[in-house]
């Protein structure tokens, strides 16, 4: 009686000798691409260690310590904001991108600085009409975008210069920096955590009135809401959606009116950061969009659509923050911003093609 081998080629047949199951660094090689969470914090560390060496080998010209990197918390607040705007409307796919945010936030901060430092309005109504305004320029690009079909990134670069010319013209291009507004960076400054607050340096009271309840709002949006659902689905097939009964168009719409309300919430944000409401405040030097957006793809969000986390954004805006911190104390006077440029379009470049090659590897990251 004859006993045929198990074939090679048939797995169910083939013997288990454990060739094939990857090896330690394989496995953490992938689990680095895969979660972007845990790439983003050992280059945290990287960056962290390379400028603190940097710092004590007397190459910058200051010091690179904790009460430094705490105080540059201050730029990331306005970032992690608008990355977690960016969010929203690259994960409801496709194409979607908003580069009329930065404008958004000089136009909404220009009205808020007007009904409250010229006209008396209360805060808390000065802080609510920004809102509003935000959402209602974020609505117009949803409405171009959504329902007319428009491409985001034509549609979102036309009301990007619609939106700067008006924050422009507003006031007649003044700022406006009256004592309500002056008033108003009390919002922004250092404060000591109770507790443990001796211990470590003083955080920027924005981080805990600004960041830390969009961070929790937008990450409940997304995770345990209908709409988050919707959100993630219209990004990854939005046929396969239309047909199981999700309003694409108004899903998609929702996305860009809360992209505008988070910038609205920034422009009071950065009109007490400068205690004055300018009208190029989100425009101005880099601006606030492509940093960002440049936020939101490192952080994991595929460009592409249907895939992003809270976490990964929040990390990211992190990393940038302290990475332009550090770039900044290499170069004397003011030659370290355009280096920042650099910088940030080499880590465009780098997450970009990080993404792709994830995604076509490993099905994207986690």
């Given at each position: 009686?004859?006993?045929?081998?198990?074939?090679?080629?048939?797995?169910?047949?083939?013997?288990?000798?454990?060739?094939?199951?990857?090896?330690?660094?394989?496995?953490?090689?992938?689990?680095?691409?895969?979660?972007?969470?845990?790439?983003?914090?050992?280059?945290?560390?990287?960056?962290?260690?390379?400028?603190?060496?940097?710092?004590?080998?007397?190459?910058?010209?200051?010091?690179?310590?904790?009460?430094?990197?705490?105080?540059?918390?201050?730029?990331?607040?306005?970032?992690?904001?608008?990355?977690?705007?960016?969010?929203?409307?690259?994960?409801?796919?496709?194409?979607?991108?908003?580069?009329?945010?930065?404008?958004?936030?000089?136009?909404?901060?220009?009205?808020?600085?007007?009904?409250?430092?010229?006209?008396?309005?209360?805060?808390?109504?000065?802080?609510?009409?920004?809102?509003?305004?935000?959402?209602?320029?974020?609505?117009?690009?949803?409405?171009?975008?959504?329902?007319?079909?428009?491409?985001?990134?034509?549609?979102?670069?036309?009301?990007?210069?619609?939106?700067?010319?008006?924050?422009?013209?507003?006031?007649?291009?003044?700022?406006?920096?009256?004592?309500?507004?002056?008033?108003?960076?009390?919002?922004?400054?250092?404060?000591?955590?109770?507790?443990?607050?001796?211990?470590?340096?003083?955080?920027?009271?924005?981080?805990?009135?600004?960041?830390?309840?969009?961070?929790?709002?937008?990450?409940?949006?997304?995770q345990r809401t209908t709409y988050g659902r919707r959100l993630?689905?219209?990004?990854?097939?939005?046929?396969?959606?239309?047909?199981?009964?999700?309003?694409?168009?108004?899903?998609?719409?929702?996305?860009?009116?809360?992209?505008?309300?988070?910038?609205?919430?920034?422009?009071?944000?950065?009109?007490?950061?400068?205690?004055?409401?300018?009208?190029?405040?989100?425009?101005?030097?880099?601006?606030?969009?492509?940093?960002?957006?440049?936020?939101?793809?490192?952080?994991?969000?595929?460009?592409?659509?249907?895939?992003?986390?809270?976490?990964?954004?929040?990390?990211?805006?992190?990393?940038?923050?302290?990475?332009?911190?550090?770039?900044?104390?290499?170069?004397?006077?003011?030659?370290?911003?355009?280096?920042?440029?650099?910088?940030?379009?080499?880590?465009?470049?780098?997450?970009?093609?990080?993404?792709?090659?994830?995604?076509?590897?490993?099905?994207?990251?986690?």
């Amino acid at each position: 009686m004859t006993t045929t081998a198990p074939s090679p080629s048939n797995p169910a047949e083939a013997p288990d000798n454990g060739g094939d199951a990857p090896g330690p660094l394989l496995r953490a090689w992938r689990a680095i691409l895969t979660r972007r969470e845990l790439l983003l914090v050992i280059l945290l560390v990287v960056v962290l260690v390379w400028m603190t060496a940097l710092s004590y080998g007397g190459y910058l010209t200051g010091p690179y310590d904790p009460d430094y990197l705490a105080t540059s918390l201050v730029d990331a607040v306005p970032l992690a904001m608008l990355a977690l705007a960016e969010l929203l409307v690259i994960v409801s796919g496709r194409g979607g991108i908003d580069l009329s945010i930065g404008s958004i936030v000089s136009l909404t901060g220009m009205v808020f600085g007007i009904v409250h430092g010229l006209w008396g309005w209360p805060v808390a109504a000065a802080i609510l009409l920004a809102v509003l305004v935000g959402g209602l320029l974020g609505a117009v690009n949803g409405v171009l975008i959504a329902w007319l079909g428009f491409p985001a990134l034509i549609t979102t670069l036309a009301t990007y210069y619609a939106y700067r010319s008006l924050a422009l013209v507003i006031n007649a291009q003044k700022p406006i920096s009256t004592p309500n507004i002056q008033s108003l960076y009390s919002l922004t400054g250092a404060v000591e955590i109770p507790v443990i607050g001796h211990d470590i340096p003083n955080v920027p009271l924005g981080v805990f009135t600004f960041l830390v309840p969009t961070v929790v709002v937008v990450w409940l949006l997304l995770q345990r809401t209908t709409y988050g659902r919707r959100l993630f689905a219209i990004g990854t097939n939005d046929v396969a959606a239309t047909w199981s009964g999700v309003p694409v168009a108004r899903t998609r719409l929702l996305a860009y009116v809360l992209a505008g309300v988070l910038a609205g919430v920034v422009a009071v944000y950065v009109t007490g950061q400068f205690a004055s409401a300018r009208p190029d405040a989100g425009t101005s030097g880099n601006g606030l969009a492509l940093p960002a957006i440049t936020i939101a793809v490192l952080g994991g969000v595929a460009i592409t659509g249907g895939i992003g986390r809270v976490s990964g954004v929040l990390l990211a805006a992190v990393l940038i923050t302290w990475l332009d911190a550090g770039i900044l104390l290499m170069f004397e006077g003011n030659d370290g911003t355009q280096f920042q440029l650099l910088a940030l379009g080499a880590v465009l470049v780098f997450c970009a093609l990080l993404n792709s090659f994830t995604t076509r590897r490993y099905g994207g990251t986690r």
